[in-house]
């Protein structure tokens, strides 16, 4: 048995944001409605091939048309948060020059919803999409991409600066540089292995600019960044493991982080000579490494890791649920990922770990001393959902009892791992984003890897809460009601000597910044 609602609810601290998330190409569809223009993965979807089962991501969830439906069921689940993503080529059709008033009216009207209901803003700037003209001029291995970036997040600013309350620049480079570029498993279909590696420098330098461009703007909101953690674990005590689980932890992790929090790349990757394309002039790593007011971390699960030739560094269930046979793609290293036999999977075929969040949270705390307040702003898990009607009534209902289990432990994990006396105490954990709110394209994936609280038939488009979407509203309650008690005691106790404003004192702090729902 898992620790209860309530149990849980009692070990979140009064500054917690519990939050959920989506990503715009995942949901809106309407890919050529009111002058969007074409993404790469407009592009690379329409492959024979690309994404399992053909699926097109040209309805997805119709969250375009069915943006107040969607936020009215963030309403009623209780979120403090909610983590969107802007569609580029929507906003910027050819990812320069002017923009797209449309568009720009559709995230007018979605943030105006959330601060109508109560849901403070966390918008992504940059979550895959990338305009087909960039992406046709050489997407992320072309620098000039990073500037135009930047020319994005400055029209965000100027558009939606005054009722954001925090940022993410960009999502995950680790994923677009290794499955977009290096493996041709995400738009734009590159597999160019080693050859990828500038995109990494380009989307970080992105993310620099990004930052300057907000706080020109002068942005009240936090400015963050997301990168993806995966803690690599040696197969065994044999050197040639530990050696391998750490090349893996350097191409997946601190390649992408150690830029960004400590100012320059790991030292291996600067002195091997064949990546030479991380050569760039001193003040990159000046812009890229600037202060930010949280950083984001994507946890999801370990990596077990063995040397010597196997099925490559993709997973076998990960590659059965892309759809296709990614050993020739990934068999050329010299180390493999290993299966957890002990663990339960989900359906990517991703282990079940969640002590190893943990883990991800104190190697974080080691590594990097000036870190900043961190956010788990993606957790989750695909798992095949069972859907039960009841003959009496015929009202649906889903008992996806795994997801709600892999919610709750993981949720646990982090705060016991960040409280007093944890393995991972020096962190200031702020917040945990559910990956995701609904069942969405799921890349090339397609729509075979549901992670959604809310279960959508993608022939009617309806909406149908899981177990775990009444799991996490049951959690949320049970927080208010705890931050409640507290408020009711310290009025009991008098203004000495506790003194609390009366009206500010009538909800939880959410952690998140309060910014004015009436702009």
Known sequence: MHITAKELAALIPPD????????AFQIEGALDEDGRGPAGWDVFSAKPGAIVGGGSPAVACDHYHRMPEDVALMKQLGVDSYRFSLSWPRIQPTGSGPVNPAGLAFYDRLLDELLASGISPMMTIYHWDTPLALDDAGGWLNRDTAYRLAEFAAIAAAAYGDRVARWVTINEPATVTTNGYALGLHSPGEALLLKALPTVHHQLLGHGLAVQALRAAGVPGEIGMTNVYSPMVPNSINPLDKLSAGIMDLAQNRLYADPVLLGRYPDLIRAAHFFGSFEHPDEDMEI????????????????KVAVGAGEGVIPAGMAEAMGDDLTAASGGTP?????????????YGWPVKPDYMGVALKEMAERYPNLP??????????????????????????????RLKYLSDHIEAALRATAPGGEAEAIDLRGYYVWSLMDNFEWSAGYNQPFGLLHVDFQTLERTPKASYFWLQELIEERNLAASAVVAVARAMGPDP????????????????????SA
């Open 16 to 23: 917690f944001t519990l939050g959920v998330g989506t990503a």
């Open 335 to 347: 180390f493999h990922v290993e299966a957890w036999p002990e663990a339960d999977t989900t359906a």
């Open 288 to 303: 890229i490494s600037q202060p930010l007011d949280f950083y984001g971390l994507n946890y999801y699960m370990p990596t």
């Open 498 to 517: 506790v003194e609390l404003d009366p009206v500010e004192s009538e909800a939880p702090d959410d952690g998140v910044p309060a910014l004015d729902a």
């Open 373 to 402: 307040p961190v956010i788990l702003t993606e957790g989750g898990a695909s798992f095949e959902d069972i859907i039960v009607r009841d003959e009496a009534t015929n009202r649906t209902f889903i008992p996806d009892e795994r």
